[in-house]
């Protein structure tokens, strides 16, 4: 079992930078494959980011790339969305999950198979 919390949401600007931050519970924190996630109102939820148990492999939807930059301290047991760049589009609750396959090898980007999550923290992008 692992919780999460996550921080780092607000208000900023069209080409402004935020940095999330989602903080773990639980021991084996550094052994999961970590997850970003977001949903803007009145669509679904939608894949943003992920990074691998090590933070050696990372991959990210198309819309963020070059933009947004995943990382990880397993030290802290936690994992970061640095955002910068960010538009209007990008407005949206940010969750960060985690994967509940302990050590897997590769990254996945399907909602369905994270199984924690936290409760989410709002970004508004005004232009």
């Known amino acids: 079992q692992v919780q999460l919390v996550e921080s780092g949401g607000g208000l900023v600007q069209a080409g402004g930078s935020l940095r999330l931050s989602c903080a773990a519970s639980?021991?084996?924190?550094?052994?999961?494959?970590m997850g970003w996630f977001r949903q803007a109102p009145g669509k679904e939820r939608e894949f943003v980011a992920a990074?691998?148990?090590?933070?050696?492999?990372?991959g990210y939807a198309d819309s963020v790339k070059g933009r947004f930059t995943i990382s990880r301290d397993n030290a802290k047991n936690t994992v970061y969305l640095q955002m910068n760049s960010l538009k209007p589009e990008d407005t949206a609750v940010y969750y960060c999950?985690?994967?509940?396959?302990?050590?897997?090898?590769?990254?996945?980007?399907?909602?369905?198979?994270?199984?924690?999550w936290g409760q989410g923290t709002q970004v508004t992008v005004s232009s």
């Open positions: 999950a985690a994967d509940p396959v302990l050590d897997r090898h590769y990254l996945v980007n399907t909602i369905g198979a994270y199984d924690y």
């Open positions: 639980g021991r084996t924190f550094s052994r999961y494959n």
């Open positions: 990074i691998s148990w090590s933070g050696g492999n990372t």
